[in-house]
């Protein structure tokens, strides 16, 4: 139900965007998360955003160079990621989790449904 795509190669200081498309019912209920996992590391809360306001928050390692945004048009969540370092290298997962427990947002647990993830790779 959540199809992340936008991974791949880039150089330090380059840019990324990922995108995240969720069916109509993770659309009408839930709020958006992304998430990344660096090899041998913890799961990283990135950022989340709602569906309708369209209020976002970030972890403290990305803000001020990625930016959530959304398309309710085409169900489709954004993170563009900016100023990119090699310590962003991670698979990234697009998450729902129920629009009520948004102040939980940083909890991986608090999320219902996952995507594939997509490998975004920084070289320096």
């Known amino acids: 139900q959540l199809v992340e795509s936008g991974g791949g190669l880039v150089q330090a200081g380059g840019s990324l965007r990922l995108s995240c498309a969720a069916s109509?019912?993770?659309?009408?209920?839930?709020?958006m998360g992304w998430f990344r996992q660096a090899p041998g590391n913890e799961r990283e809360f990135v950022g989340a955003i709602r569906w309708g306001s369209g209020s976002s928050l970030y972890g403290d390692s990305v803000k001020g160079r990625f930016t959530m945004s959304r398309d309710n048009a085409k169900n489709t969540v954004y993170l563009q990621m900016n100023s990119l370092e090699p310590g962003d290298t991670a698979v990234y997962y697009c998450?729902?989790?129920?629009?009520?427990?948004?102040?939980?947002?940083?909890?991986?647990?608090?999320?219902?449904?996952w995507g594939q993830g997509t490998l975004v790779t920084v070289s320096s």
């Open positions: 998450a729902a989790a129920p629009q009520a427990i948004y102040t939980s947002a940083f909890n991986q647990d608090a999320y219902h449904y």
């Open positions: 109509g019912r993770i659309f009408s209920t839930y709020f």
